[in-house]
DNA sequence: CACACTGTATTAGTTGACTAGTACAGTGTC
DNA sequence: GACACTGTACTAGTCAACTAATACAGTGTG
């Protein structure tokens, strides 16, 4: 169910935490559904359990859990929405008005920036030299 | 001239790079001029030589600087047309692309939600409970 | 209360990122 | 070649991120 790669440079904590998200992106965990326990996850996973506890404790932080001590840990009730992909975006969508705005460009420079990226990014298209991987 | 914050957590060499960017960006630093020696940074900057060196390898992986052994560092002829307001835009934008599509929306959808982030940026906006800081 | 489950807290080991110290190597001028 | 500049390479120390081991604490059922 879940996989892991446990190379350095991508955490187990986030992993853990990415799939989790995912699940509640697409609703195979709903409002009010338990999480595995620490423990039950930890084991499957191999792990220890204050890894799963650490992942948990980001979900938790954003919103997506709460977290109920010795009873488990539940899915909020307004965690569908804000996994909703229009509020997902929107906070991508804020970065990039936020840094079009510190380099003094106006609505329609930066939305006419988006327009090129989806051209280019339809079209495999051949990029100038190198460039940062990020 | 230069500032920097010896907290951890932001790295003397990345704040380098950036006040370099900067200048390039704004003409201070030109096409084809020398940047500071390693030593003469590293000294008014009360730096190992080493953490300019860092720095001066990131600008020059970017192509914003060239490096001639026993003869200096020197800003690239391209440099200036890369920190273009528009070309900085455009990597912002590719990621807003990529995650959209992965995300299944339509080029609409991502058009609307930087149009929406562009209004709410312009009010101060009361925003919904908390969110990460990211 | 005993027990089996749940999450929580404390402590410690490993590892990589960052910075520094110091020696090496190329360039240009005299 | 000597000298004064330039960048480069190697080594080492410090610190925070990540994971684990283990003990603590709450909940619910018999």
Redesign the interface.
């Known amino acids: 169910m879940f996989e892991l790669n446990r190379d350095r440079g991508n955490p187990v904590y986030l992993q853990i935490q990415a799939q989790l998200e995912r699940r509640i992106a697409s609703g195979t965990l709903a409002a009010g559904d338990a999480l595995p326990s620490v423990r039950a996850l930890a084991k499957q996973l191999r792990v220890n359990p204050n890894t799963v506890v650490r992942a948990y404790r980001e979900l938790e932080?954003?919103?997506l859990v709460e977290t109920r001590h010795g009873e488990g840990t539940f899915v909020t009730q307004d965690a569908g929405e804000q996994m909703q992909?229009?509020v997902?975006?929107?906070e991508?969508?804020?970065?990039?008005?936020?840094?079009?705005?510190e380099?003094?460009?106006t609505?329609e420079?930066?939305?006419s920036?988006?327009?090129?990226?989806?051209r280019?990014?339809s079209k495999p298209g051949k990029s100038g030299?190198?460039?940062?991987v990020a």
């Open positions: 932080f954003s919103g992909p229009e997902l975006l929107a991508r969508a804020a970065q990039l008005v936020n840094e079009a705005k380099l003094g460009l609505k420079q930066a939305l920036a988006v327009k090129s990226a989806w280019k990014s030299k190198s460039g940062k």
